[in-house]
């Protein structure tokens, strides 16, 4: 289980090393999220089109473990956007991957970018 | 500049600072912290959390910038060595002088460590700061490496459970060796202490009570404790936690007064024996005691910032030791006098050795006071014993109500917090009253619940008081005539039913319309499910309209479960299903490897498949005349029926026939909450159908209906609505009532909890329902036909359209199926793995 949560770690914009093409927009559905595979890590991307942003986190919920996070809703508190866990609705930050229900399971986040109509996931190896 | 100089830099001396820069007038005074330790202060009370894996700086109750904006000097890593009262100077070790106009101190305690032969020894700690703790982490890494195991705490108070939670942390076989004969003897009984004992117990943790320790074992280092009897206990590692004693080394060298005990003597001002000094927390000895609770320490800080600042306020002449918290998970609390035993008192207990609670509180013998009490493995009543106790409030007529719960009826035993006296302290960690809440909703100065948060800081502490804080919050705004609603969450100020209503004369059907023209932000897991349920009330759109906003199982048609795979519930109206129809589920179970079990409902569930086999389930079962059974949805799971005349020779009339109906009839519909009916051919009610939304039992000359119970954690039974009437009448009866709870219900509200707030209750109901009260029956009628005549199979909608086949997919970028799935047998059947 731990092995599993030190998979992920959170990626700063600054320090990505690799730009993995997750795919292409159109991939990806609208104000919800999709998940990819990339070697041994899931990842959940979200296009959040409402707010004209795209996000990036670990698929695996920090709670009980499982790849579900993709499949949870989108939304915002205090204009945070997060992400709802589809399990037990605990809600993360989809900015600095807290929860923003206040304990203290956090989600790791990757930098996403957008080039043409491609969508890359930035990691560091 | 007046000079204030506070020595000491933990939770007090940090309080201290918080309350002096928040009031009016400290711009002409200059705050100078001297903190021996090397970082900022951190929350003591959570320590352990560092073993946990929290970090110092999680621990900080500050940051640098704080102290910066505040103006305020912090000076870590400095010794204060001694205080000149005649020239107001004191000295630090490195031989600095630093005048000042008041002095502060907030010293704090160090650990008590008995005078046990050998504690000197290697391996021997104290439990008190983060040096502390990383210096037995540090112990700990080395004699595990060495293969020792055992680690002894000594005191079975509060902060020893609390020490052995993180010497088990450290993955060492803990026990707590306590000289009393039960744990936390200051708070709790023997029974409770026996309750708590055994429940520690459980998670392996020893406990040895009843135990003098006459010497520490070992050459260099410890290699055991030595109990009076003789007994050896054989440990590697000792923490001590077995009380505190004040710092008040620097107070005497500077002539103040101090008690015999330790501690330095201040008034109700704070003030010490020197007009300019103050002392706060626990070095503080106020009425002859120390506190060694947060909360007292905290209104000692407030005072002494006041009494500076030439405020009148002074402390309580009795300070509360009531305490609730949760050691190594266990919830535990204890208020007013948990002991008191004499012929004028009663004690009411309550123990229930399975569940692991014990629950006991001290009632007058005329049953109309409560004078304190304790609680062990529950401790959900503490805040509203602890208000009763604090206001002296009135008592139920049954006192025993108060820890039982009410047997009869359905309000509360703790009454409202309308009932409380301005003076009721609500939040005991930052010391709010009533007063100070209803205060700033009256005079305008807030207006919501978060506003008062940021204004008093209730609620910002343990966090306890929070539901008590919102009624108060609630119960004011309704005194000031404010509408108090129910809104959904912070996206839209309305209720569901303001909801529907908008959507409906708006003609909205798409999410974002309605939050951009009647709401505001991007909405949430809370408020998209509900509009998605507002729009399939109104238009019958089934969930593939609204993947979007549908929570998990309405977005893929079955029900999530433990491991993130899906449950297939194909309908079977009525419970009645062929024997072909029974040989297909079979097969597609053993086809796509599925757990199955029939439901309690009468369905076949099936479990474990995954989002890329989804569609292909269902594709087989649609072809051999299955349908979607809707057991994801808030709407019409299941019509359960008994054997019905067919085949019982006691049944009256067709249940199963009936139930079938039934259950095409409102199949698809979403409501509220989800929705069950039962359907009993006689009085023996073998369909359990007065457990359920709605209920037929056959009787003579027709049916009787039931409406608004259910089964679950809060049983209800249902009501009649209507006796010995036809089958016609029965559909037109629940048309009306399914449809008048669709649009008036809230979010996830049950029938049952609609109904107990109806105002006007049933005989409303019956009213509006059958005798056209309002004017609204041909309105429900045709709204629920237009539902049932637009019914449509969601799992059929998604075979036939490869574009919403697509959503069952588990990558995005990879056919791959998700391979981190992991199953374990189960009675010839599997499960999930557990992590």
């Known amino acids: 289980m731990e092995e599993l949560l030190n998979r992920y770690e959170t990626v700063n914009l600054s320090a990505v090393k690799i730009w993995f093409k997750a795919g292409e927009i159109k991939d990806f559905p609208s104000n919800r999220g999709g998940c990819i595979k990339y070697k041994d890590k899931q990842i959940a991307i979200f296009n959040f089109e409402r707010r004209n942003e795209w996000y990036a986190c670990q698929n695996a919920c920090p709670h009980k473990m499982e790849m579900v996070l993709s499949r949870g809703m989108t939304g915002s508190t205090d204009g945070i956007p997060k992400i709802a866990c589809p399990m037990h609705k605990k809600t993360f930050s989809l900015v600095d991957g807290s929860n923003l229900n206040g304990d203290d399971l956090k989600i790791a986040t990757y930098p996403v970018k957008i080039e043409g109509e491609e969508v890359f996931v930035g990691f560091l190896e | 500049m007046i000079n204030v100089i506070v020595v000491g830099n933990g939770m007090v001396g940090y309080k201290f600072c918080e309350k002096f820069v928040s009031k009016s007038g400290q711009e002409k005074y200059q705050i100078t912290v001297f903190g021996e330790e090397s970082r900022r202060a951190y929350d003591r009370v959570h320590l352990s959390e560092y073993f946990a894996g929290k970090s110092a700086d999680d621990l900080s109750l500050s940051t640098t910038e704080w102290y910066k904006e505040n103006n305020i000097l912090l000076n870590?890593?400095?010794?204060?060595?001694?205080?000149?009262?005649?020239?107001?100077?004191?000295?630090?070790?490195?031989?600095?002088?630093?005048?000042?106009?008041?002095?502060?101190?907030?010293?704090?305690?160090?650990?008590?460590?008995?005078?046990?032969?050998?504690?000197?020894?290697?391996?021997?700690?104290?439990?008190?700061?983060?040096?502390?703790?990383?210096?037995?982490?540090?112990?700990?890494?080395?004699?595990?490496?060495?293969?020792?195991?055992?680690?002894?705490?000594?005191?079975?108070?509060?902060?020893?459970?609390?020490?052995?939670?993180?010497?088990?942390?450290?993955?060492?076989?803990?026990?707590?060796?306590?000289?009393?004969?039960?744990?936390?003897?200051?708070?709790?009984?023997?029974?409770?202490s026996d309750m708590l004992q055994s429940k520690i117990e459980e998670l392996n943790i020893g406990i040895h009570l009843n135990k003098a320790t006459q010497y520490i074992d070992g050459e260099e280092s410890i290699k055991g404790m030595m109990f009076a009897n003789d007994e050896l206990l054989k440990v590697d590692m000792l923490v001590i936690s077995a009380g505190i004693k004040p710092r008040d080394e620097l107070a005497r060298v500077a002539g103040l007064e101090v008690g015999v005990r330790g501690g330095i003597v201040v008034n109700n001002q704070m003030l010490?024996?020197?007009?300019?000094?103050?002392?706060?927390?626990?070095?503080?000895?106020?009425?002859?005691?120390?506190?060694?609770?947060?909360?007292?320490?905290?209104?000692?800080?407030?005072?002494?910032?006041?009494?500076?600042l030439k405020g009148d306020k002074t402390m309580r002449e009795t300070i509360d030791m009531s305490t609730q918290l949760k050691l190594i998970g266990v919830e535990v609390a204890s208020f007013g006098d948990p002991f008191i035993e004499n012929e004028n008192v009663t004690a009411i207990v309550y123990e229930n050795k399975f569940s692991g609670i014990y629950k006991r509180i001290n009632v007058t013998k005329d049953g109309k006071t409560l004078l304190g009490g304790i609680l062990v493995g529950d401790s959900s009543d503490y805040n509203g014993l602890f208000q009763i106790y604090n206001n002296a409030m009135a008592l139920p007529e049954n006192p025993e109500d108060l820890i039982l719960g009410s047997r009869g009826g359905e309000t509360s035993s703790f009454g409202s917090a309308s009932d409380l006296p301005d003076s009721a302290v609500i939040c005991s960690c930052e010391n709010v009253t009533k007063g100070a809440i209803c205060c700033s909703l009256i005079d305008g100065t807030t207006s919501t619940f978060s506003d008062v948060v940021k204004l008093t800081k209730a609620t910002s502490g343990?966090?306890?008081?929070?539901?008590?804080?919102?009624?108060?919050?609630?119960?004011?705004?309704?005194?000031?005539?404010?509408?108090?609603?129910?809104?959904?969450?912070?996206?839209?100020?309305?209720?569901?039913?303001?909801?529907?209503?908008?959507?409906?004369?708006?003609?909205?059907?798409?999410?974002?319309?309605?939050?951009?023209?009647?709401?505001?932000?991007?909405?949430?897991?809370?408020?998209?499910?509900?509009?998605?349920?507002?729009?399939?009330?109104?238009?019958?759109?089934?969930?593939?309209k609204h993947v979007t906003t549908q929570d998990t199982n309405d977005r893929f048609l079955g029900n999530i479960q433990r491991n993130g795979t899906y449950s297939v519930v194909p309908r079977m109206a009525g419970g009645e299903i062929t024997p072909e129809k029974l040989i297909v589920i079979g097969e597609v179970a053993k086809q796509f490897d599925l757990y199955t079990k029939i439901t309690g409902a009468q369905r076949l569930d099936l479990f474990g498949a995954q989002l890329n086999d989804l569609p292909a389930i269902w594709k087989i079962l649609i072809d051999n005349g299955f349908e979607t059974g809707h057991a994801y949805g808030k709407s019409l799971r299941a019509v359960k029926s008994c054997v019905g005349n067919a085949w019982c020779r006691y049944g009256m009339d067709d249940s199963v026939g009936f139930a079938i109906e039934l259950e095409n009839r409102y199949k698809g519909i979403r409501a509220p909450h989800k929705i069950k009916g039962g359907v009993s051919a006689c009085i023996r009610e073998c369909a359990e159908a007065r457990g359920k939304d709605f209920g037929l039992i056959a009787v003579e000359g027709g049916w009787n209906l039931y409406i608004c119970g259910n089964g679950g954690a809060n049983p209800k039974h249902a009501v009649l609505l209507a006796e010995s009437i036809d089958k016609e009448t029965v559909l037109k009866y629940m048309d009306r009532f399914l449809m008048y709870y669709i649009r008036t219900a809230g979010p996830l509200v049950r029938t049952s909890t609609w109904l107990e707030k109806l105002e006007g209750g049933l005989d409303y109901l019956k009213e509006v329902i059958i005798f056209d009260r309002i004017g609204i029956c041909e309105t429900l009628d045709s709204e629920m036909?237009?539902?049932?005549?637009?019914?449509?199979?969601?799992?059929?909608?998604?075979?036939?359209?490869?574009?919403?086949?697509?959503?069952?997919?588990?990558?995005?970028?990879?056919?791959?199926?998700?391979?981190?799935?992991?199953?374990?047998p189960l009675r010839d059947q599997k499960m999930p793995k557990s992590w």
């Open chain 2, 76 to 192: 870590t890593s400095e010794l204060i060595v001694n205080i000149n009262t005649q020239n107001k100077t004191i000295n630090t070790h490195l031989d600095k002088t630093y005048e000042y106009d008041y002095l502060v101190l907030a010293t704090g305690s160090a650990a008590f460590v008995p005078p046990i032969q050998g504690v000197e020894k290697e391996g021997v700690f104290v439990y008190r700061t983060i040096e502390d703790l990383d210096a037995i982490m540090t112990y700990a890494k080395k004699i595990k490496a060495n293969g020792a195991t055992e680690a002894a705490v000594l005191g079975g108070g509060l902060l020893g459970l609390e020490a052995a939670k993180a010497v088990r942390d450290l993955e060492l076989n803990a026990h707590v060796v306590e000289f009393a004969p039960r744990l936390m003897p200051r708070q709790l009984d023997q029974a409770a």
């Open chain 2, 272 to 308: 010490t024996s020197d007009p300019y000094i103050y002392a706060i927390g626990e070095a503080a000895l106020y009425n002859g005691m120390i506190y060694g609770l947060v909360a007292p320490g905290y209104e000692m800080a407030d005072v002494a910032a006041e009494q500076i």
């Open chain 2, 462 to 544: 343990c966090g306890g008081c929070k539901p008590m804080v919102v009624d108060i919050v609630k119960a004011t705004q309704k005194s000031l005539g404010k509408e108090v609603k129910e809104s959904i969450c912070e996206h839209f100020n309305y209720t569901r039913q303001e909801l529907f209503d908008i959507v409906k004369i708006n003609k909205y059907s798409n999410f974002y319309d309605v939050i951009d023209h009647h709401g505001n932000g991007d909405g949430c897991e809370v408020c998209k499910p509900v509009v998605a349920s507002v729009f399939s009330s109104l238009y019958n759109d089934t969930a593939n």
């Open chain 2, 785 to 824: 036909a237009s539902l049932i005549n637009s019914y449509e199979c969601e799992w059929n909608q998604v075979i036939e359209k490869p574009r919403l086949m697509k959503r069952f997919t588990h990558f995005v970028n990879t056919d791959e199926r998700d391979d981190n799935l992991e199953y374990i």
